[in-house]
Every structure is written in structure tokens, then in C-alpha cells.
């Protein structure tokens, strides 16, 4: 199995969507911590970030559907603000995925 395929089927303690400067800074700490697997959704950003830290062991998500479903229950996540609204409550947005998966 490759590391992407590895990557993409693990599963993450809590999430960050949202890989800005605040965003990928704080995915970074979570993941520094003992213990945690940290899910990250970025359109934007998400390969760069796992590509450039590959320490961090970050699960990277390539969709929200993804995202989501690669947090345990219960699922956790901190969604950064920047373009957060259409990620939130977009057609395929992080709270009708959510929705979705829990039924």
C-alpha cells in the first residue's frame, strides 16, 4: 500500500480544516502531542502541508466527505475562518457531511 493510500484510510483523533498560517501552525502542534492523529482539509493546501511534514503523520483528506469520515467518534474538528463558510454550510459542506455520515 502506498503512503497516500495509507494516509487517506487512516483514521484521526480530531481534524483542522483550513491550512493557512494559523491553521496548518495548529494542526502541527495537535500532532505534535502523544497520542494524536490529526485529520487535514485544506482545497488549497492540504497535500503541501502533509508533503512538507511528513512527521507529522497527518491524515490527509482530499473532500469534506473524506474528512469526515476519516474522525472517530465522537468526532472533533476546528475549522479555521477564513472560507469557512461555504465549508460549513456549502452543498458539500463539513455540517451536511456530518449530517450525512452520523445517520
Known amino acids: 500500500m502506498s503512503d497516500?493510500?495509507?494516509?487517506?484510510?487512516?483514521?484521526?483523533?480530531i481534524g483542522v480544516v483550513?491550512?493557512?498560517?494559523?491553521g496548518s501552525k495548529l494542526a502541527r502542534n495537535l500532532a505534535s502531542r502523544?497520542?494524536?492523529?490529526?485529520?487535514?482539509?485544506?482545497?488549497e493546501r492540504t497535500r503541501t502541508l502533509v508533503a512538507?511534514?511528513?512527521?507529522a503523520g497527518?491524515?490527509?483528506?482530499?473532500?469534506?466527505e473524506d474528512?469526515?469520515?476519516?474522525?472517530?467518534?465522537?468526532?472533533?474538528a476546528i475549522v479555521r475562518p477564513v472560507g469557512a463558510t461555504s465549508r460549513l454550510s456549502g452543498r458539500r459542506g463539513l455540517r451536511?457531511?456530518?449530517?450525512?455520515?452520523s445517520e
Open 67 to 76: 474528512f469526515v469520515a476519516s474522525l472517530t467518534r465522537p468526532r472533533t
Open 4 to 13: 497516500t493510500a495509507k494516509t487517506l484510510t487512516a483514521r484521526a483523533d
Open 52 to 55: 512538507e511534514h511528513p512527521e
Open 34 to 43: 502523544e497520542g494524536d492523529r490529526v485529520a487535514v482539509y485544506s482545497p
Open 58 to 64: 497527518f491524515v490527509a483528506a482530499e473532500s469534506i
Open 96 to 101: 451536511r457531511g456530518l449530517t450525512r455520515i
Open 18 to 22: 483550513g491550512m493557512a498560517v494559523m
